[in-house]
């Protein structure tokens, strides 16, 4: 095939015009992106002998800097393996070889030759023409050109006017989407652009965007700058390139501009200076003077500075501005200013007869014109302004228009006044009666009555007269009239005549005797003595002249009077006594006051009621105290009641403001009530007594196994504090030991102690209770046990072993005894009907009473009721709730009242007698007492109650025996009680 190809093309050499067939078409040299893809615009042509087998299936390939087979081929359309991946967009049979290059780079930059190869012997490589890739990583700038006329110009300067086109091109390159060309201007011109796409001269496409305009001298210096985008892949490239246009122009924007302005004063200075925009500059200014419809010309120089010496400088002044394109002229309008001159004043007769018309006309001379005429009248030496305008006309009514009247001239200059006297002749006016000090004269005081009348000529008569019976009685002649007035008779109308040659005028004048208020009174409604809440009027009345025209109202405060309102009634809600006292109304007129007053009494039923305690509120059992009611009212309060709150309820003690008794124990404590009363109502107060007592030990007990468990109970008020000494030493937490407390109630406070510790036969254990009226203390011997006793043996000698012996066998036969008692306790209480709960109480039913529980076992400070000890009973806690208490001495709020039962130990002869002396309490019914081996014996015990507000008590239990101790408490209402 190599052979054949040589053969072919050595064929060709030697007859060109057969191997002119065997053509191609390639651009010379292709730019491209970095990334992006080439087109290679491609067309061949073959010999016509070998149009049979250029078919469908024939195969375009690449050669790169070189066209030998043996030379790197970077694509070949039949094999996708290469080093470039691409794809031929012609169609090979119509001899179309365009081919499209991916994703080039520079490694791919060089001289690129085709290769055609068809079916059969259609084999050739064109190796007389190849296309140079060069592939750079940013885009070339766009090229910018500038046209004038649509012929390109080299020097970007231009006159104003021409037509100009700017033309900025670029190679399409290969991308993802076609490159845009934008234009933007430095001075953010409106641009009107217009964008295609054609062939360049190596068949490439470029992209070519006009901006075509008409040059003004607004661009002179604007800088136009062109924009190509391209897109390859996900990323945006950009070049620019950019233009800066010179324009050519004449003057532009001439003015003058006028310092210090266009009007100018006269006699002052002005200077005009011209300005003007040109390209070229300005090289030329000339100044002219409009001079009877002509220019005149005045100098050259871009300013002109002149005296201006009188008002015919007026008039309008040009500028002309030039350079080597042409010329601009302005003007400015130069109003040489002056103040008003040569005012006055026409009038059509100075004298003029009163009741004619006048007509006063004022001219003057000014630049700006007058634009304000102001008449002005002379009165008393001053101005007295009149009206604007250039002329002033009125009727002459009467002698006040006689004077001297101005007229005054004003523009922005300043101003100039002129004036004119009128005289103006009448018969008497303004005839008027004055009256000395005034018309209304006081009772007893003394009146001068004087006419004044005015007339031109003078007035030469005065006549007075007095209206009486409907006729006037002439009294005297004379400008005035004087007498003593002596009552108020000499109330009345009196008469003034004055007369000139022109006529005559009559005036007259009221004279009004007065005097000051006068039988002034208050009236209250409905009495002076007012409830308290209720609404009360008080109304003042009074006799005066002029009539009373202030009614003012006070108050008596601390000795002064202080101000309320004013009016001739007060009326106002009584809210409390602070309105009890006196009130003034003072009636008043011009000529004085008059003031009544009336006491007014506010009654209210008794309030702030308050009980005061003598010494305190908090009293020492057994000492004396005093209760003090007080209270107020209106009227006094005339009666006082104490009561005591028992159970809900208010029990009366007596009465009195005072309630005094010794307090003997504390029962005593709890609310006292004491009601004040007057006819208007009641009011109560309360005070809390609250008995304090001294601390005291109402339990004290231990229980002894590995552990020795104690328990101290202290009732005091105030509440008690519990310490614990153990062989006179203080105790407190350890390892060894633990204490605990528990706060039963305000007054109660039980403590536990637990002592992990070994003890002797000489240790003792002290409770020490106390508050801060004294201080209560038991004392324990603590007995070792058997094994502790070994223990306490083993460190003596053998004489001491045997006295030690003897003890030990004295001390197991008493440990015997107690065994004994203990386990005939518990028989007797298993023969009984028992209900126990989880808690450690023993509860007890008895035929025909109610059940009460009492406590099996001391606590534990772990609170362990597990624990069974051989005193199962030390105190016992009783509740009665929702029951209606009936003492007299206890009553509060509380429906729980608690009951207890103390157990002391005491002789059969002592518990019998103690047994007859207990009354029953109004609350409790103890039914039975007994130990457990009550059916055979006599009771060996007492039992005392006692009944608290609180909601628990301690009970004390103080026994050299050791055996179960029952107490059953019954509840009994007083009224089933037999």
């Excluded at 953010?188 to 040059?215: G, K, M, P």
């Excluded at 003077?289 to 010309?297: I, Q």
């Excluded at 006081?442 to 007035?459: H, K, Q, R, W, Y």
Aim: proline share 3%; with cysteine.
């Amino acid at each position: 095939m190599k052979t054949k190809e040589q053969i072919i093309i050595f064929i060709c050499l030697l007859q060109g015009v057969w191997c002119g067939d065997w053509n191609i078409s390639l651009p010379e040299k292709i730019e491209a992106l970095s990334g992006s893809c080439v087109t290679i615009n491609c067309t061949f042509t073959i010999n016509n002998t070998y149009d049979t087998y250029l078919t469908d299936s024939a195969a375009g390939v690449w050669y790169k800097d070189g066209h030998e087979e043996n030379n790197k081929i970077v694509f070949n359309s039949s094999n996708s393996n290469l080093l470039l991946k691409g794809k031929i967009t012609g169609k090979l049979k119509h001899k179309d070889c365009t081919t499209n290059l991916y994703d080039v780079t520079s490694n791919h930059n060089g001289k690129f030759y085709f290769r055609i190869e068809g079916s059969g012997p259609l084999k050739y490589t064109y190796a007389q023409k190849s296309a140079l890739i060069n592939v750079t990583a940013s885009p070339p700038n766009p090229t910018v050109k500038m046209f004038k006329d649509q012929m390109e110009v080299q020097v970007q300067e231009v006159l104003e006017g021409s037509s100009m086109c700017l033309r900025c091109s670029a190679k399409t390159l290969c991308s993802s989407s076609p490159p845009t060309l934008t234009w933007s201007s430095t001075d953010r011109l409106h641009l009107n652009e217009s964008s295609r796409l054609q062939l360049d001269q190596q068949n490439q496409t470029e992209i070519i965007s006009d901006l075509n305009f008409t040059a003004t001298h607004l661009q002179h210096g604007v800088t136009f700058i062109c924009t190509i985008t391209y897109q390859i892949q996900q990323r945006i490239t950009t070049a620019q390139n950019n233009i800066t246009l010179r324009v050519q122009y004449a003057p532009k924007t001439t003015l003058v501009s006028v310092f210090p302005s266009k009007s100018v004063l006269e006699g002052s200075s002005v200077t005009l200076i011209c300005s003007s925009d040109g390209n070229p500059a300005v090289f030329n200014y000339t100044w002219y003077r409009e001079n009877g419809g002509l220019l005149e010309e005045l100098q050259t120089g871009y300013n002109l500075t002149f005296n201006v010496t009188d008002r015919t400088h007026t008039g309008r002044y040009y500028c002309q501005a030039q350079n080597q394109h042409g010329t601009q002229n302005t003007s400015v309008l130069l109003d040489i200013q002056y103040a008003p001159k040569n005012t006055s004043v026409s009038v059509l007769s100075n004298s003029v007869l009163e009741g004619s018309s006048v007509t006063l006309i004022c001219s003057s001379d000014g630049n700006p014109a007058v634009f304000n005429y102001t008449w002005y009248r002379e009165n008393e030496g001053r101005l007295e302004e009149l009206q604007t305008g250039y002329n002033l006309t009125f009727n002459v009514t009467d002698r006040t228009h006689t004077g001297r009247y101005y007229c005054k001239a004003k523009n922005q200059h300043g101003a100039q006044n002129t004036s004119v006297l009128l005289d103006i002749q009448h018969a008497p006016e303004n005839t008027s009666v004055s009256v000395f000090p005034s018309n209304s004269v006081l009772e007893g005081s003394s009146v001068t009555l004087i006419c004044n009348s005015d007339g031109n000529p003078a007035v030469f008569n005065y006549t007075w007269y007095r209206e009486n019976g409907g006729e006037l009685v002439e009294l005297q002649t004379g400008y005035n009239l004087t007498f003593n007035v002596i009552n108020r008779t000499h109330t009345g109308r009196y008469y003034c005549q004055t007369k000139n040659k022109h006529g005559t005028r009559n005036t007259s004048v009221s004279l009004d005797i007065q005097y000051a208020p006068k039988n002034t009174s208050v009236s209250v409604f409905p009495s002076n003595s007012v409830l308290e809440g209720s609404s009360v009027t008080l109304i003042c009345s009074s006799d005066g002249n002029p009539a009373v025209f202030n009614y003012t109202w006070y108050r008596e405060n601390g000795g002064q009077l202080e101000e309320l309102q004013t009016g001739f009634n007060l009326t106002f809600n009584v809210t409390d006594r602070t309105h009890t006292g006196r009130y003034y109304c003072q009636a008043k007129n011009q000529h004085g006051t008059h003031n009544i007053s009336v006491l007014l009494d506010i009654q209210y039923a008794p309030k702030t009621s308050s009980v005061s305690v003598f010494p305190s509120n908090s009293v020492l059992e057994g000492s004396s105290v005093t209760l003090i009611c007080s209270s107020d009212g209106n009227p006094a309060v005339f009666n006082y009641t104490w009561y005591r709150e028992n159970g809900g309820q208010l029990d009366e003690l007596q009465t009195g403001y005072n309630l005094t008794f010794n307090v003997t124990d504390r029962t005593h404590t709890g609310h006292y009530y004491c009601q004040a009363k007057n006819q208007h109502g009641t009011v109560n107060a309360s005070v809390l007594l609250d008995i304090h007592y001294p601390t005291k030990i109402y339990l004290f007990s231990c229980n002894r196994t590995n552990v020795t468990v104690c328990l101290c109970e202290a009732h005091g008020n105030p509440s008690p504090k519990v310490d614990w000494f153990l062989s006179g030493r203080p105790l407190s937490n350890s390892t060894n030991t633990f204490i605990s407390e528990e706060r039963l109630n305000s007054t109660d406070l039980r403590s536990f102690i637990s002592l992990h510790q070994s003890l002797t036969h000489t240790d003792t254990l002290q409770c020490v209770t106390s508050n801060t009226h004294g201080t209560a203390s038991e004392l324990i011997q603590l007995v070792c046990s058997p094994h502790e006793t070994t223990d306490f043996l083993s460190g003596f000698s053998l004489f001491s072993v045997l006295i030690g012996a003897a003890v030990g066998a004295s001390v197991m036969m008493i440990l015997c005894v107690i065994t004994h008692l203990c386990k005939r306790n518990k028989n007797s209480r298993s023969s009984k009907t028992r209900r126990e709960d989880t808690a450690g109480l023993i509860l007890t039913d008895r035929e025909n009473e109610e059940p009460v529980y009492a406590n099996k076992a001391v606590l534990s400070p772990a609170k362990n009721t597990s624990m069974n000890y051989p005193q199962s009973l030390h105190y016992s806690s009783i509740d009665f709730t929702n029951t209606q208490t009936e003492s007299e001495e206890i009553r509060g709020v509380s429906s729980l009242t608690a009951v207890y039962a103390d157990v002391r130990h005491s002789g059969q002869e002592e518990a019998r007698s103690f047994m007859g002396s207990i009354d029953p309490l109004p609350n409790s019914n103890i039914s039975t007492v007994e130990t457990a081996d009550s059916k055979a014996r006599d009771p060996q015990f007492t039992i005392s109650t006692d009944t608290e507000q609180t909601q628990s008590k301690k009970t004390d239990l103080q026994s050299d025996e050791v055996s179960d101790l029952y107490a059953q408490v019954k509840y009994c209402h007083p009224k089933n009680k037999k």
